[in-house]
Nanobody, 124 residues
Framework: QVQLVESGGGLVQAGGSLRLSCAAS????????MGWFRRAPGKDREFVAA????????YYTDSVKGRFTISRDNANNTVYLQMNSLKPEDTAVYYC?????????????????WGQGTQVTVSS
């Protein structure tokens, strides 16, 4: 049974930082591209960042470029999202997702597995 478990969310002031983690089990982690998505109140789930199996290819949505960094540790089956210079508009539930293969899609429907999400709240 595949499980993705996010952690690291919380309440932070604008300009602060958080590091999200997503621990994966039940799959061959190094065979999967990993992505982070978020859903703000009243909005659809949107793509944030993705990383290929080796970490050699990374893609970000424009609104987080230069502030967020995605990385992965294949030895520990974990993907991370380091979030710096946080803004109130970054407030959302953040989800990690896994997709078998080499592509880095931005569409949520192209991912195979999802975590339950972790809340990030940025106060102004």
């Amino acid at each position: 049974q595949v499980q993705l478990v996010e952690s690291g969310g919380g309440l932070v002031q604008a300009g602060g930082s958080l590091r999200l983690s997503c621990a994966a089990s039940g799959l061959t982690f190094s065979s999967y591209a990993m992505g982070w998505f978020r859903r703000a109140p009243g909005k659809d789930r949107e793509f944030v960042a993705a990383i290929n199996w080796s970490g050699g290819y990374i893609y970000y949505t424009d609104s987080v470029k230069g502030r967020f960094t995605i990385s992965r540790d294949n030895a520990n089956n974990t993907v991370y999202l380091q979030m710096n210079s946080l803004k109130p508009e970054d407030t959302a539930v953040y989800y990690c997702a896994a997709r078998r293969g080499v592509l880095l899609p931005t569409e949520r429907g192209r991912y195979d597995y999802w975590g339950q999400g972790t809340q990030v709240t940025v106060s102004s």
